[in-house]
């Protein structure tokens, strides 16, 4: 079965520091997809950023990157110079191939940065 | 570019009565579209899914049901609303892929009451 975990309920970072949320997955199916959410209070889930199973770099979008571990089965987000506006939770998220696409998410990890 | 509008954004409905919330997606063509219902402070459960019109698959057993009508129209309903019915709602949308990210909404807040 295919599985999400995100270990940490609440996380709290300085500003302009750098933060890393964890998330581990398990799946059998060597084609799949991890993704990043981000959910502010307003509700909306935006999209930050992908990686692909058979991609050898990590992927990286402006100040997001993501730390993919294939052998461990770890997909950490790491944000770079934390903002106010990143205060958020954040959701990890796999989609794979045999499973049509569809998107299992973890539990979410709520993101406090201090001014 | 391609947009998502969900309607209402909020909604207070008593139990045992109906249910209509509509998604609607603009900029794409035959996309893939996603339910979603989110419990408060949880992660997502897909509820349906749609590859195409009329394709409706359901992952999870319950009194709700989805419809999609039209290319770029996806519309989740219920006969009879239950108390655990309550929930945020999101619709998404993604490309014809079988793995690719997917866009939301901006979400609906119902309340059984």
């Known amino acids: 079965a295919q599985k999400i975990t995100q270990t940490q309920p609440g996380m709290f970072v300085q500003e302009k520091e750098a933060v890393t949320l964890d998330c581990t997955y398990d799946t059998s199916d060597p084609s799949y997809g991890l993704f990043w959410y981000k959910q502010p209070s307003s509700g909306e889930m935006i999209f930050l950023i992908y990686q692909g199973s058979y991609d050898q770099q990590n992927a990286t979008e402006g100040r997001y990157s993501l730390n993919f571990q294939k052998a461990r089965k770890s997909a950490n987000l790491v944000i770079s110079a934390s903002q106010l506006g990143d205060s958020a939770m954040y959701f990890c998220a796999m989609s794979s191939f045999n499973q049509g696409g569809k998107l299992i998410f973890g539990q979410g990890t709520e993101l406090s940065v201090k001014p | 570019s391609q947009t998502i509008h969900q309607w209402p954004a909020t909604l207070v409905q008593p139990v045992g009565s109906p249910l209509s919330l509509e998604c609607t997606v603009e900029g794409t063509s035959n996309p893939n579209l996603y339910w979603y219902r989110q419990a408060a402070g949880r992660g997502l459960q897909l509820l349906f899914y749609?590859?195409?019109?009329?394709?409706i698959s359901s992952e999870v057993p319950q009194n709700l049901s989805a419809s999609r009508p039209q290319d770029r129209q996806f519309i989740l309903s219920s006969k009879k609303l239950l108390l655990s019915d309550s929930g945020f709602y999101l619709c998404?949308?993604?490309?014809?892929?079988?793995?690719?990210?997917?866009?939301f909404g901006p979400g609906t807040r119902l309340t059984v009451t």
């Open positions: 998404a949308w993604s490309r014809e892929s079988r793995v690719n990210e997917q866009y």
């Open positions: 749609s590859v195409g019109i009329g394709q």
